[in-house]
């Protein structure tokens, strides 16, 4: 199976910074897409970032300009480093992965996910 586990998240003032990071473990044979995704209480979960395994990178609108998201291959890893944070931004912020593993000789493809970061940004 595939882990994915969260650091980073907190409690920061408007206009601060902060860096999430999601490491992915287990029997990968590769991971394709990778993301952040986050849930405010109330409302659906959204797409925040996304990277592909070439590095092309997709934005939700009200983050371009204030989040970049990256990711390390050989470690297995995707960070979001999120500047200029506004009370809006408060939710709980999620790791996405979609892996290729294998079965014995079969390659199954799966999304994973991590157990979510509770990012509070105050006023």
């Known amino acids: 199976q595939v882990q994915l586990v969260e650091s980073g998240g907190g409690l920061v003032q408007a206009g601060g910074s902060l860096r999430l990071s999601c490491a992915a473990s287990g029997s990968i044979s590769s991971i394709n897409n990778m993301g952040w995704y986050r849930q405010a209480p109330g409302k659906q979960r959204e797409l925040v970032a996304a990277?592909?395994?070439?590095?092309?990178?997709n934005y939700a609108d009200s983050v371009k300009g204030r989040f970049t998201i990256s990711r390390d291959n050989a470690k297995n890893t995707v960070s979001l480093q999120m500047n200029s944070l506004k009370p809006e931004d408060t939710a709980v912020y999620y790791c996405?992965?979609?892996?290729?593993?294998?079965?014995?000789?079969?390659?199954?493809?799966?999304?994973?996910w991590g157990q979510g970061t509770q990012v509070t940004v105050s006023s």
């Open positions: 996405h992965a979609d892996v290729t593993i294998v079965v014995v000789t079969t390659r199954i493809r799966a999304d994973y």
């Open positions: 990277i592909t395994s070439g590095d092309s990178t």
